[in-house]
């Protein structure tokens, strides 16, 4: 199986959205805090990121082979029209298939399957021996849950939002014991890569 | 007025306690992680620190000229017992002057004000120079909410606890920018000093 990877950018106390789906400027600054552009499949979102930071990037995304994401997040972005801004394969957890939607986009490198397990043995075929990142958090809380998530990758942002959406919300099993972690400080971000305890 | 700082061991997702009043092995496993030792006023804790968290710990001890804390914390540990483990004057706040407690513990250096500007005002009196810390979370809560706060230090611990107590509960006047952190990487702990960008 691949190494399944969750991740996100996180405020100080715990949000990967502030209250109303605000915060976006503090939590994705480092996105632009810097002049080294990075492609994207999405051209209307650039990226300009200090050197450091797009160094982290780069050799992250180097080593995604695909990503697995829960239907609330293919439902926001509408499936990101079909192309995920990080090109790899994507594999989508739902319970129903939105056929309406993969006739409206054929071709899109899109799976649909019931279930995490199912769609951790769907990716990792898809992967060819790169790792697999799952998101948002419903997703990733499961996979962790499960004992099926390898390493976690906080992006801490220097902010206090006081309130939103929690990047671990309410997670079964606990505690989860982590190892120490790779730290990279970036540019207003703090790179965290922490690999699962197991067993 | 001095500097004022406050801080925590706390779980990658927020917590300084895990469900009923949980964790704390995985919190404070750092205190334990290594030989080096620290001489406390309660000889009954014993901190065996690796070098690098000795050093982080001592450098920060030395800052610290008096403690601010909450009525809670306080009745939590007693005001443990006349003498706080970092052996510093203390200021309560708290709206009710306990004068059994201070009947029981002559000398004790604890100071009881209303309301956390007359805490600030008499702990930098106290502090000689030095910083002012504040604790628990409540009250530095209050110190951030009303720009009083200037430094926030997390000891940012590998482990999700999946509840329990949040070190920022809701904290109003949000969001608070910091700016990028100071890290020092320990055993079982990164050490992440913020200072809280003013106006």
Known sequence: MSTVITGASMS???YIAGPGESG???LFAWYEAGDRELPSTHPEIPLRLSEVDHRYLSEHLERLGVLVVGRRLFDMTDGWNGIHPMDRPVVVVTHRIPQQWIDDHPGAPFTFVDGIEAALEQASKLAEGRAVAVNGGTIARQFLEAGLLDEIHIDLIPVVLGGGTPFFDQVGAAPHVLE???????ERVTHLRYRVRKG
Chains 1, 2 share one sequence.
């Open 180 to 186: 120490n972690p790779t730290i990279v400080p970036g």
């Open 12 to 14: 100080i106390d715990g």
């Open 24 to 26: 976006f400027e503090h």
